[in-house]
């Protein structure tokens, strides 16, 4: 008697029923994407994309990411210095929402993929929904990353009067996008059916 297994495509959500024996080669009958029980190499790639975001975490907070200039002086400002000056202007509210977007969101991103992919290699069934739910906001969450490096960008395109006024990026810019970018891959990398595995000593 054969023994078949639903696959759902990860490119346009079909479910197929396949024999288990043809599960690794099949492909998709409505798009043709291939099939996998779970994401090839899942966990590698989102240790591999969470360690280089780590590693560009620390310049993306150290170097400047932009300089502004004008008549008088230039200065450049790191997130934590910008985030020190709008508490020191009195803008509090725009300081926590700076901290949030800039510092916190990022390193929580970061803290709860190696969560979720430590878990899935070692305490397979813990928290199983508690987990799904943490890796839905983290993908929510992703979308809203670059938003600082639009607004930069934007006020680097805006605010050009000659020698009177500028605002240059700063390769902590680029360091900050990397890591936003490299969080995103490890959260695209990550495969939640993970989560649900049962363990293979149990099988």
Request: glycine share 6%; hydrophobic share 45%; charged share 20%.
């Amino acid at each position: 008697m054969s023994t078949t297994r639903l696959l759902g495509c990860e490119c346009c959500g079909q479910v197929s029923s396949l024999p288990v024996t043809e599960c690794e080669r099949m492909r998709c009958p409505r798009c043709g994407h291939p099939l996998h029980e779970c994401k090839p190499h899942s966990l590698q790639r989102t240790w591999a994309y969470l360690g280089a975001s780590v590693l560009l975490y620390v310049p993306a907070n150290a170097l400047p990411i932009i300089t502004t200039s004008n008549l008088f002086r230039a200065e450049s400002h790191t997130i934590a210095g910008g985030i020190a000056e709008l508490w020191h202007d009195d803008a509090w509210g725009l300081a926590v929402i700076v901290f949030i977007a800039s510092i916190a969101v990022p390193l929580l991103k970061i803290c709860s993929l190696a969560l979720l992919a430590w878990t899935a290699q070692h305490r397979p069934r813990w928290r199983r929904l508690e987990r799904a739910r943490l890796f839905r906001i983290v993908e929510t969450v992703g979308h809203w990353s670059m938003l600082d490096v639009y607004v930069v960008v934007l006020l680097a395109g805006i605010v050009q009067f000659g020698r009177v006024a500028s605002v240059q990026p700063e390769p902590g810019l680029l360091a900050f996008a990397a890591v936003v970018v490299l969080t995103m891959m490890a959260a695209r990398s990550f495969d939640p059916r993970l989560i649900w595995q049962e363990p293979e000593d149990d099988e």
